[in-house]
């Protein structure tokens, strides 16, 4: 047994035992061992990969009977028309040797899921958990949207044989929209040891531009590809730490699929450096021979990627690909910015992966977490008695902590009135929606109870109440702004007076009424899908595209929740 296995085995035994209560109540998985540790390891791939919260990483599990071999399932934001959906299929092996291969069998279902499982027009049965979340891709799926896969094939032991590999490669699905990644025990590792520091040597090639600035130092140079993917092979993903987001795949990203192609493409190599915007590199100490005048050796110390990962890992990829087809690789160069900087300037290294980063949307959530706005909310959040997490944390939250992530999704639902962005637009919530999320005048007190509430209508959609209609699952956020608005109406107050004065009487309020508030949403969104639909029997695809676009907000205008 080697020490990476047994690491992940004692971490997967402890997962066991914390989550068989969630396991039992989520997917009625009781009294198995093997079956618990192995729904554990599969939630530790998926929380890890993913980088979600515990809650978010629970839900995303869908095994059980009828499952086409798919024990987790992701579905990603829309974004300029396309989606992302990761897949996840795991094989843990009680016996530790690791010697053992993915098993074909595994590799062939997943084959068969990819076939039906994105095909709206496909007849399947499938188990509740996997139904669901299928009806919301397949109609995502009929509204235009294109699905981009990611399969995660995931065990404590060997990647699949060459001839699972060929039955891959015969199933015909195109590269860019499928592509197939293993992960393993020592993958895994490699990923949680966060704070294990790369130290290793730059090879630049030609002449670099190497400065001082304000007890700070900045190296600018190019440097081969080869020298990248070599790089990353003996370090991975411990270099992107510091950088906000990890590899997103090939799949369904224009970027680095057109990095993919000019590497691939002999005559266009040489244009690499000129088509690359480059890579931003932190480090804590440089040293290189001054008396060079050029190629420089250049010895780092506490290296990280902070801008340029997907670049780094694009290089990577594809290089392996063209093993032995080195015709012009030599020609290829990338653009580097090595910045030196002292320990003490965590705000520096904050702004510099802002500005550096801040195209993406997706990256905000942690780029924000120096904006006043998230300092004052901290503060104040912690005077109510509360702990709110500005950035993104690796440990289990309690129930009195509140991440930035919830914060937003909730007052969006249930103050400002737009679940279907809350839903479906996570993306842009520190992006284009940030600034009418968190407004300068948002109390602690509101988001507090924009939590509590949306925190409720996400426990009844995870174990609906016997006799539940089926759009449970996809209407939460839609319930706690009904919530919001029923205890603002009680309270007699508008949103404007809710603060830290009448916290205690707005908490009281709700604990007292949180049973009734949800009967009485779930009643109220029922006449309103009657009156948008009338008597029709519809499908979750239906329901689950209903909430995505809004239709229902018209309908509810009658609500006391927007006004009436």
């Known amino acids: 047994m080697s020490i990476n296995i047994g690491i992940i085995d004692q971490r997967i035994r402890k997962l066991a035992e914390d989550l068989a209560a969630e396991f039992e109540a989520r997917l009625n998985i009781k009294n198995d061992e093997n079956k618990q540790r192995s729904l554990s390891f599969v939630f530790l791939v998926v929380k890890t990969i993913l980088d979600l919260p515990d809650e978010q990483g629970l839900d995303c599990l869908t095994e059980g009977g009828n499952d086409f071999g798919v024990d987790a399932l992701h579905i990603g934001d829309v974004e300029d028309g396309e989606f992302a959906v990761t897949l996840f299929q795991g094989k843990y092996k009680q016996n530790l040797a690791g010697d053992a291969n993915f098993p074909q069998t595994g590799v062939e279902k997943t084959i068969q899921a990819i076939r039906y499982l994105f095909d709206p027009d496909a007849v399947i049965t499938t188990n509740e958990n996997l139904t669901k979340r299928l009806e919301e891709i397949r109609s995502l799926v009929r509204d235009g949207h294109i699905p981009r896969v990611r399969v995660v094939l995931c065990n404590n032991g060997l990647k699949w044989t060459d001839t699972a590999q060929q039955l891959i490669e015969r199933a015909g699905y195109p590269d860019d929209q499928v592509v197939w990644e293993h992960v393993n025990h020592d993958c895994i590792v490699r990923m949680l040891q966060s704070t294990k520091q790369v130290d290793d040597t730059l090879r630049l090639s030609g002449k670099a531009i190497i400065e001082d600035l304000d007890y700070c130092r900045v190296l600018v140079g190019k440097i081969p590809v080869r020298e990248v993917e070599v790089l990353f ?9 510091r950088n906000v987001r990890r590899f997103l795949g090939l799949q369904g990203n224009r970027v680095n ?34 008396l060079q005048g050029e190629n420089y050796q250049v010895r780092v110390e506490g290296l990280q990627v902070i801008n340029g990962g997907q670049t780094c890992k694009t290089i990577q990829t594809t290089l392996a690909s063209l093993a032995g087809m080195d015709d012009g690789m030599e020609n290829a160069f990338v653009l580097v910015r090595l910045y030196q900087l002292p320990s003490e300037s965590a705000d520096l290294v904050r702004s510099i992966i802002y500005a550096t980063n801040s195209q993406n949307p997706v990256d905000l959530r942690d780029l924000r977490s120096n904006d006043p706005k998230q300092k004052s909310l901290e503060t104040s959040i912690s005077d109510l008695g509360f702990a709110y997490h500005r950035h993104r944390s690796q440990a289990s939250l309690k129930p009195t902590d509140i991440s930035s992530a919830t914060a937003a999704e909730a007052v969006l639902s249930v103050w400002r009135e737009r679940p ?21 005048d948002l109390h602690a007190a509101q988001v507090i109870m924009a939590v509590l509430l949306f925190r409720h209508a996400e426990n009844m959609r995870r174990r609906p109440p016997e006799g539940s209609p089926d759009f449970i699952s996809y209407a939460s956020c839609f319930l706690a702004m009904l919530m919001g608005q029923y205890l603002l109406h009680d309270l007699g107050i508008g949103l404007d ?23 009485e949403a779930v009643t109220a969104i029922e006449k309103a899908i009657g009156k948008l639909y009338g008597q029709q029997n519809l499908s979750l695809q239906r329901l689950a595209a209903t909430f995505r676009r809004g239709d229902l907000l018209q309908e509810l205008k009658g609500e006391v929740a927007l006004g009436a």
């Open 233 to 241: 092979n003996r370090h991975g993903d411990l270099l992107l730490e």
């Open 420 to 440: 279907h962005q809350a839903k479906f637009y996570g993306r842009e919530h520190f992006g284009k929606l940030y600034d009418l999320i968190f407004t300068d």
């Open 497 to 519: 007076k809710l603060n830290h004065l009448n916290f205690l009487e707005a908490r009281s309020k709700w604990d007292q009424n949180a049973e009734r508030y949800f009967k």
């Open 257 to 290: 699929q057109n990095i993919e192609h000019t590497l691939k493409t002999e005559a266009e190599r040489g244009n690499f450096y000129f088509y690359n915007n480059g890579i931003t590199l932190l480090c804590r100490k440089f040293a290189y021979n001054a």
